[in-house]
C-alpha cells in the first residue's frame, strides 16, 4: 500500500533540456527518456520545445523534430507518467493547446512574465474547459516585488490555474528569497503553490527545500541537471534529498539514478556544470535560455559573453527579448571600437 506523495514532481528534461541541446532532440531519445522516466515513476513529464509549443523559429531556435513527434512518441511510452506541454502566449495558441489536449497531454503549463499574468487569461481558461491540470507558471519571478507577485498569482487563480508557480528562470534567487514568495503566495491564495528553480547560483535543492518548507507541494526537477543555464533542480539529488527528510514523492529514486547515468549522461554535449556563462545568468539574474545566444553574439563580435550577459541583466530582458542579445552584442562591439 502507498501513501499519496506529499511532494508532486515534475521532470523538465525534455522541455528545458532542449535549451542546452540547442532544441536538437531525437524522437528516439525522447522515447528513451520518458519511458525511463515512466519506469521511476515520475508522475509528469513536460515535453516541448524549450520555449514551449510553437517555439521552434529563427528567433528561439529551429527544432531539429517536430515537437508533436516527440510529444506523441513520449505519450507513446508512458504507461504511468502524464505528459505535460509548456505554452507561452503569443507563441504558442490555443489552437496548440486543443491538439495537446486530443493527442492525450494531461498537463498545460501558461508561462506568462512575472508581470503580465493577464495575457494568460484564455489560454488558462481553455486549459480547464479541455479537462487538463493547468498551471500559471510566472517567469522571471525575481524581477517582481513580492505584492506584485502575489497580484499576478491571483490573476492566474482566477482565471482558472489548479497550481501557481514560482519560476526562477534565472537561477538568480536565494533561499530568502524562494522563502519570501512562497509564504506570501500561501498567504493569499487557495491553490497550489510551486517551485521552479535553476542551478546557476549553485542553490536550486536548498531553494527547493525552502519553498516545500513554506507550503510548495509541486516542485520541478530535471534529471541529470538538463536544462538551461546551469540546469535546473537536479532531479535524483532532489528525490534523494527528500527521501532522507522522509517527504514522500514515490519516485523509485535507483531507477532515476540509472537513468540519468545510462540514458541522460550520453546525450548532453557536455557536463551540466556551473561554468563562467551560466555564473553569470544567476548572478546578473537574466534567463537561462539566453545563455547559448549570447555565446553566438559573443563569438560574432569578439566580445566576451559575460559583458553581454550583465547588459541584458541592466536592461531586465525578459523571455521572448532573445534579438535585444545581438542588439546589445552591437552596441557594445561599437562601443569598444
Known sequence: ????????????????????????????????????????????????????????SLQFGRSATDEWKLIEAALSVCQFSKIGVLLLPGIGTQRDLRRAADMGVKLARIATHVTEADVSAQHIALSKELGMLTVGFLMMAHLAPVEKLVEQAALMESYGADIVYIVDSAGAMLPNDVRERVRALKQHLQVEVGFHGHNNLSVAVANSLVAI??????????????????????????????????????????????????VIAPILPAPQEITKGSLTLGYAGVYSSFLLHAQRAAKKYGLDPRDILVEIGKRKAVGGQEDMIVEVAAALSKGRD
Open 1 to 56: 500500500m502507498t501513501t499519496k506523495p506529499e511532494i508532486i514532481i515534475t521532470e523538465v528534461a525534455l522541455r528545458d533540456g532542449s535549451h542546452a541541446l540547442a532544441h536538437q532532440y531525437t524522437v528516439e531519445q525522447v522515447a528513451k527518456v520518458a519511458k525511463g522516466l515512466d519506469e521511476a515513476r515520475i508522475p509528469y513529464i513536460e515535453v516541448s520545445h524549450g520555449d514551449g509549443l510553437g517555439g521552434s
Open 213 to 262: 518548507e513554506e507550503g510548495a507541494t509541486r516542485i520541478d526537477g530535471s534529471i541529470r541537471c538538463l536544462g538551461a543555464g546551469a540546469g535546473n533542480t537536479q532531479t535524483e539529488v532532489l528525490v534523494a534529498v527528500l527521501d532522507r527528510l522522509g517527504i514522500q514523492t514515490d519516485v523509485d529514486l535507483y531507477k532515476l539514478m540509472d537513468v540519468a547515468e545510462e
